[in-house]
């Protein structure tokens, strides 16, 4: 089994849709939960970060930890064209670690 | 807002020449590292830096990379004798002073040809 799994896509969603990201992972000792983003080309932009299970908001964006499940979220609302890129999970076992990223999921935002 | 710079952002070299990748981490960061990602493929760990030394390396940083930081603000990975196959994509990340989360900069595109 991966260490980090998310769905590859391309996910192709029209202008103001809700997206939903999802990440599954096998280690239970992560305890650090992170979204980038990332463009062709560029370096991942943090965009969430949560530590342990639960619910985050900012803005647009809002990210769900399950740890029980080892599973985690990304809900962006109101979509935008601009959101159009891979969108990388990230997790950490513990403080100034190494982040372990998932392949990351493609998403396309049509106006 | 505070960022990370890397230059350049793209060096195209030839097979077997030494190669130096350079790095600004955020001011007051004290953890820094370095990333890879092949064209296609996920982001993957280097190495680890903290307090003048490697504090974790991956099974990928062999014996042909070092990193070092040479002054107060730059922090380099060499790449002593380059393959075909360390064409990728270079991330430095920095974290640090109460935020654990890492920051990244841009990326230096390195193609060996």
């Known amino acids: 089994q991966k260490e980090v799994e998310q769905d590859p896509g391309p996910l192709s969603v029209p202008e103001g849709a809700i997206v939903s990201l999802n990440c599954t992972y096998s280690?239970?000792?992560?305890?650090?939960f992170m979204w980038y983003r990332q463009y062709s080309r560029k370096g991942p932009e943090l965009l969430m970060y949560?530590?342990?299970?639960g619910n985050k908001e900012d803005g647009r964006f809002t990210a769900q930890v399950d740890k029980s499940s080892k599973y985690i979220s990304l809900f962006i609302r109101d979509s935008q064209p601009s959101d159009s890129a891979t969108y990388l999970c990230?997790?950490?076992?513990?403080?100034?670690?190494?982040?372990?990223f998932g392949p990351g999921t493609s998403l396309s935002v049509i106006p | 807002e505070p960022e990370v710079t890397q230059t350049p952002s793209h060096q195209v070299t030839q097979m077997g020449q030494e190669v130096i990748l350079r790095c600004v981490p955020i001011?007051?960061?004290?953890?820094f590292y370095w990333y890879r990602q092949i064209l296609g493929q996920k982001v993957e760990f280097l190495v680890s830096?903290?307090?003048?030394?490697?504090?974790?390396k991956s099974e990928i940083f062999d014996d042909q990379f070092s990193v070092e930081r040479p002054d107060g603000s730059n922090f380099t990975l060499k790449i002593r004798s380059t393959k075909l196959e360390d064409s990728a994509m270079y991330f430095c990340?920095?974290?640090?002073?109460?935020?654990?989360?890492?920051?990244f900069g841009q990326g230096t595109r390195l193609t060996v040809v």
């Open positions: 990340a920095s974290s640090g002073t109460g935020e654990n989360e890492a920051f």
């Open positions: 280690n239970s000792a992560f305890q650090y």
């Open positions: 949560t530590y342990s299970s």
């Open positions: 990230a997790l950490m076992k513990t403080s100034y670690d190494k982040v372990i």
């Open positions: 001011s007051n960061h004290l953890y």
């Open positions: 830096f903290y307090n003048n030394e490697i504090s974790e």
